[in-house]
């Protein structure tokens, strides 16, 4: 079965500086896609950023990175200079098919 | 190009009564998929449909939940009875075929209250 673990319900960021959110996957097949989507108060789910596992180097999308380890298993998103507007909760998702969903992280940034 | 469109956006209904949520997927999408998010289990996948069959339906969580996809560019989610357990946000999205690693596309969700 495939799984997405993200162990930190709460983050809290100074605004400018740049926050990891943590994200470990387990899955047996050899092909599949990691996603992270951002959920605002607001609740529609925005897509920011998508690595494949053949990927060879690390997703970026502006401010937004995917650290990608994969014997490690991992696929932390790297927000840099962080802003107001990236309060919210962000999930992690495995897919080869369908959408597996992590239990997400909330993100508060401090002016 | 309009988005995965959901209907309605609110529902406040009483127990026992029951409930249908509509979904127009992107044209052209093949798979649509129904998630239900509440606080306690997070997003769960409901079921996913391939060119309208259901492929999975093993989230759908019991027999009051019904999903079908009669053509191509609409689904439906029915709860009879409804129950205050099953008040949610409920997601439907799509994507361009069922072996495509790209973005899932989201509608804005459906809100039920469930008194």
């Known amino acids: 079965a495939q799984k997405i673990t993200q162990t930190q319900p709460g983050m809290f960021v100074q605004e400018k500086e740049a926050v990891t959110l943590d994200c470990t996957y387990d899955?047996?097949?050899?092909?599949?896609?990691l996603f992270w989507y951002k959920q605002p108060s607001s609740g529609e789910m925005i897509f920011l950023i998508y690595?494949?596992?053949?990927?060879?180097q690390n997703a970026t999308e502006g401010r937004y990175s995917l650290n990608f380890q994969k014997a490690r298993k991992s696929a932390n998103l790297v927000i840099s200079a962080s802003q107001l507007g990236d309060s919210a909760m962000y999930f992690c998702?495995?897919?080869?098919?369908?959408?597996?969903f992590g239990k997400g992280t909330r993100l508060s940034v401090i002016a | 190009d309009a988005g995965v469109i959901q209907s309605p956006r609110h529902e406040v209904t009483e127990m026992g009564q029951e409930v249908t949520l509509r979904c127009k997927p992107i044209?052209?999408?093949?798979?649509l998929f129904w998630y239900r998010q509440t606080m306690m289990r997070g997003l769960e996948l409901l079921i996913y449909?391939?060119?309208?069959?259901?492929?999975?339906d093993s989230g759908m969580p019991e027999d009051r939940f019904s999903a079908k996809m009669p053509n191509a560019s609409f689904s439906t989610l029915k709860i009879q009875p409804s129950e205050p357990r099953d008040s949610a946000v409920y997601f439907c999205?799509?994507?361009?075929?069922?072996?495509?690693?790209?973005?899932?596309?989201f509608g804005e969700g459906s809100r039920l209250t469930v008194l």
């Open positions: 690595q494949g596992s053949y990927d060879e």
């Open positions: 044209s052209g999408h093949n798979s």
């Open positions: 998702a495995l897919r080869n098919t369908p959408l597996v």
């Open positions: 449909f391939n060119n309208n069959v259901p492929i999975d």
């Open positions: 899955t047996s097949d050899q092909s599949y896609g």
């Open positions: 999205a799509s994507i361009p075929g069922q072996g495509a690693f790209g973005e899932l596309f």
